[in-house]
């Protein structure tokens, strides 16, 4: 990078530190961005700008949500009794793609991961404890199948049974160590129609 002038290496470096952007892609994007017109990147920089002002997390649901509480927690047409548990707001909305899914979520913020030091006080457990209420009747732990997202599965089952609610989960079907944010809809409508008690 010695040929590069300084403002344009620090908007490489920031492209970089972005999830899947390696180093050639972050070249890529700042060049890009370069060559955009001025009123373009400003747009750009808006949105990111407005994106950290206006979303937070909606006090019911841990999602990100422009108004408090979100939409889905808000809305008369979803059944508050049903609560699908997911890691990332990606896998909700995952799951409104399939238009199948007319209960309201729970977003952890990730999932156990002793390797990584995760525990359940990093994750959003106690905002999902104080949402079991007698009116509950299904949790559906709609977690990622890989090592993290089965022992989160198992860590919740374990908390969650003597509570007396009905806990399901995705039937298989989402292949081992896949993303639920990657599964098809079709896969993902299967999965939650064939969920199972846990
Ligand atoms: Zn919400």
Redesign the pocket.
């Known amino acids: 990078m010695l040929y590069i002038s300084d403002s344009l290496n620090q908007l490489i470096e920031e492209f970089s530190q972005l999830p899947g952007i390696g180093k050639k892609s972050a070249q890529r994007l700042a060049l890009y961005i370069l060559k955009l017109p001025k009123e373009d990147v400003l747009k750009i920089s808006q949105a990111l700008v407005n994106v950290k002002e206006k979303m937070r997390y909606?006090s019911?649901?841990?999602?990100f949500?422009e108004t408090d509480?979100?939409p889905?927690?808000s809305s008369t047409k979803r059944n508050t009794e049903t609560i699908c548990v997911v890691e990332e707001p990606n896998d909700v909305l995952a799951i409104e793609k399939t238009n199948e899914y007319k209960g309201?979520?729970h977003v952890l913020g990730g999932s156990l991961s002793p390797l990584e030091g995760i525990g359940p006080d990093d994750l959003k457990v106690k905002e999902l404890l104080i949402r079991i209420k007698p009116e509950i009747e299904e949790i559906i732990l709609a977690l990622n199948p890989n090592i993290e997202g089965e022992a989160t599965t198992i860590y919740l089952s374990r908390l969650l049974k003597p509570l007396g609610v009905k806990i399901t989960r995705l039937a298989r079907g989402i292949p081992i160590g896949g993303d639920l944010e990657f599964a098809d809809e079709a896969t993902l409508t299967r999965a939650l129609e064939g969920r199972v008690a846990v």
């Not at 019911?60 to 999602?63: A, I, K, Q, S, T």
């Open positions: 909606c019911v649901c841990c999602n949500t509480p979100c889905i927690c309201v979520y």
